[in-house]
């Protein structure tokens, strides 16, 4: 099964990148633009039965490796 | 609305990183994964009226500035 592993900095965390492309959208002339926050994806294909144990073996891979808890939060998403 | 634009290496172009996080992956016991690419998210707040046009202006963005297109591709997802 496919996931996406979503880590992006925690709210109050800095994210000049962030800042930046929201800047650099508006010159663009994406009006429409209220925040940006910059961060890493994961595509990570792994071999679970069904979406629920793909969730969790995700989980355990952003807590032991990908994700920084003090500075960022992830999200996992099973893509299918 | 919510949206998160992700980025991603296309197929058939080299990821040393997520061929380095693969193999950490691994080492830390996860023999579940199978392949793993890196890419950038970025969640982005647009003022938007309804899903489908929040859609439609990720994507002017991703093409316009997030996206390279000769290395990468890119999904939108609406959070909400």
């Known amino acids: 099964?496919?996931?996406?592993?979503?880590?992006?900095?925690k709210a109050?965390?800095?994210?000049?990148q962030g800042k930046a492309i929201a800047g650099a959208l508006a010159r663009l002339g994406h009006s429409?633009?209220?925040?940006?926050r910059a961060?890493?994806?994961?595509?990570?294909?792994?071999s679970a039965d069904d979406p629920e144990a793909a969730?969790?073996?995700a989980s355990r891979m952003a807590e032991?490796?990908?994700?920084?808890?003090?500075?960022?939060?992830?999200?996992?998403?099973?893509?299918?």
Chains 1, 2 share one sequence.
Do not use: Q, S, W, Y
């Open 1 to 9: 099964m496919r996931v996406h592993i979503c880590v992006l900095p």
């Open 55 to 57: 969730r969790r073996a």
């Open 12 to 16: 109050g965390i800095l994210d000049p």
């Open 32 to 36: 429409d633009v209220l925040e940006v």
């Open 64 to 80: 032991t490796l990908l994700c920084n808890p003090v500075i960022e939060d992830f999200e996992v998403e099973v893509i299918g």
């Open 39 to 46: 961060g890493k994806v994961f595509r990570v294909d792994v």
